[in-house]
T-cell receptor
C-alpha cells in the first residue's frame, strides 16, 4: 500500500508570505495528525483529525496556522503569514486506530 | 505540558559496539514508543511498549518500559553502519480519543565503520 505522502518536500519562503502544506494519508485511515520539529527540538504535536473533524488542535501555535481536511481524505496546513520561527520540518502521520502511526517524509519549511 | 528528557543528545561509536539511550518524564505514560528517523524520511516505529516493566526485543534492539511508567530505555547491540540516524522516544497517555504522542528531542547516532 502507498504510504503517507507529503507535498512539497521542501519549501523556502519569505517572511510574510503564505505557504500551504499537503498530506495524503494512507487510504482508509480515519486518523490524521500533524507534527512539527523545529531544529534541535522535540517533535511536537499540532493537531489530530478524525475523518474531517478536528479531534484535538491543542498544539496549534497560533491563529496563523489553519488546518483543513475536507471530505476526510487529504489534509492541508496553511501558514499565513509565515514568520521566521515557523521554520522546521512538518510531519504528517495517519493511523487506522490508536497506535498504528505511519509518518510521511515531512516538509522542510524555511522562512527567510 | 508534558516533557520527555532524552539522553544522550548524540553518540559517536565504532561499528560493533553496543548503544544505550534513555528517556525520563515527570509524567506517567501508558505507552512508550521508540522511533528511528533516517535523513530525509519520517520517523519509523522500532518498538512499542504497553506495560510497566515490559522488556521487548526486535532483532538487535531491546527496549524496556520502566516500572514507574516514567522512563524507558533502548539498547542496540553490535551496531552496524545502517544504525546511523536519529532515535526518538515517545510517550502516550491512552484512553478516550487521546492519540497524541509526546516526543523526546532525539539521540543522533553516528557509527564509524
Amino acid at each position: 500500500e502507498a504510504g503517507v505522502t507529503q507535498f512539497p518536500s521542501h519549501s523556502v519562503i519569505e517572511k510574510g508570505q503564505t505557504v500551504t502544506l499537503r498530506c495524503d494519508p494512507i487510504s482508509g485511515h480515519d486518523n490524521l495528525y500533524w507534527y512539527r520539529r523545529v531544529m534541535g527540538k522535540e517533535i511536537k504535536f499540532l493537531l489530530h483529525f478524525v475523518k474531517e473533524s478536528k479531534q484535538d488542535e491543542s498544539g496549534m501555535p497560533n491563529n496563523r496556522f489553519l488546518a483543513e481536511r475536507t471530505g476526510g481524505t487529504y489534509s492541508t496546513l496553511k501558514v499565513q503569514p509565515a514568520e521566521l520561527e515557523d521554520s522546521g520540518v512538518y510531519f504528517c502521520a495517519s493511523s487506522f486506530r490508536e497506535g498504528d502511526y505511519t509518518f510521511g517524509s515531512g516538509t522542510r519549511l524555511t522562512v527567510v | 505540558g508534558q516533557q520527555l528528557n532524552q539522553s544522550p543528545q548524540s553518540m559517536f561509536i565504532q561499528e560493533g559496539e553496543d548503544v544505550s539511550m534513555n528517556c525520563t518524564s515527570s509524567s506517567i505514560f501508558n505507552t512508550w514508543l521508540w522511533y528511528k528517523q533516517d535523513p530525509g524520511e519520517g520517523p519509523v516505529l522500532l518498538i512499542a511498549l504497553y506495560k510497566a516493566g515490559e522488556l521487548t526485543s526486535n532483532g538487535r534492539l531491546t527496549a524496556q518500559f520502566g516500572i514507574t511508567r516514567k522512563d524507558s530505555f533502548l539498547n542496540i547491540s553490535a551496531s552496524i553502519p545502517s544504525d546511523v540516524g536519529i532515535y526518538f522516544c515517545a510517550g502516550r497517555l491512552s484512553g478516550g480519543s487521546n492519540y497524541k504522542l509526546t516526543f523526546g528531542k532525539g539521540t543522533l547516532l553516528t557509527v564509524n565503520p
